[in-house]
């Protein structure tokens, strides 16, 4: 389960890699540990129909009956839960750099992979929502409303199996960003991006 990325590249070069044409993020440093229930920058579609860079809480709710801790990673788009919110209106793109995934086995060693060794950007398919309550960290709870994301995971590829053999995270080709954020069919575009597109580096 990825719970580490990180994004290093400027908001213009964000803001032209995913057609975000609305930049509410304000000044938008290098990001390069982004754990969860930080902030992060994300793509959705606004009401208008607009591409809009923003900032989001990393972690979304679990389902019912699951305890309270939130969900970075979304595995199982067969649940109910989930399919509410894999609907166009609440599915997003989350740039990001580099993700580092830990080996399943003592000791937890971290591997960072990216699309290559200067780390272009790319971006996670991911799903939000708005919600009330107190989400941060104990020393500094933040109350009122959020909005909230995570990203699909789906089987790893070959890169990424022999380190973490049980999923690695949805990465988008960019050709099918118009089709995550709007289309029908886009359940189908989780699958395992090319390990031959892939490099694994040095954070």
């Not at 290098?30 to 989001?56: S, W």
């Not at 022999?162 to 575009?189: C, F, Q, T």
Request: charged share 15%; hydrophobic share 40%; aromatic share 10%.
């Amino acid at each position: 389960m990825c719970n580490l990325y990180a994004l290093v590249r400027g908001q213009a070069a964000i803001r032209e890699f995913t057609g975000a044409m609305r930049d509410t993020t304000g000044n938008l440093p290098p990001l390069p540990g982004i754990f969860p229930d930080q902030l992060a920058p994300v793509v959705h579609l606004a009401r208008d129909g607009t591409r809009e860079l923003g900032m989001m809480r990393w972690g979304m709710p679990p389902p019912p009956g699951l305890g309270t801790r939130p969900v970075t990673n979304v595995r199982n788009l067969g649940s109910a839960y989930w399919r509410t919110w894999l609907q166009p209106e609440w599915r997003c793109l989350v740039p990001a750099t580099s993700f580092c995934e830990y080996t399943d086995h003592q000791p937890k060693v971290p591997h960072w992979f990216a699309l290559a060794e200067d780390r272009p950007l790319f971006a996670f398919a991911g799903i939000w929502r708005p919600w009330t309550g107190t989400r941060g960290t104990k020393a500094d709870p933040q109350e009122g409303e959020h909005r909230l994301f995570a990203f699909l995971t789906c089987e790893p590829n070959p890169l990424v199996a022999p380190l973490h053999p049980k999923a690695m995270p949805v990465i988008l080709h960019p050709a099918d960003y118009r089709n995550w954020l709007s289309g029908e069919n886009a359940k189908s575009l989780s699958a395992p991006f090319p390990s031959q597109l892939m490099a694994l580096v040095q954070h």
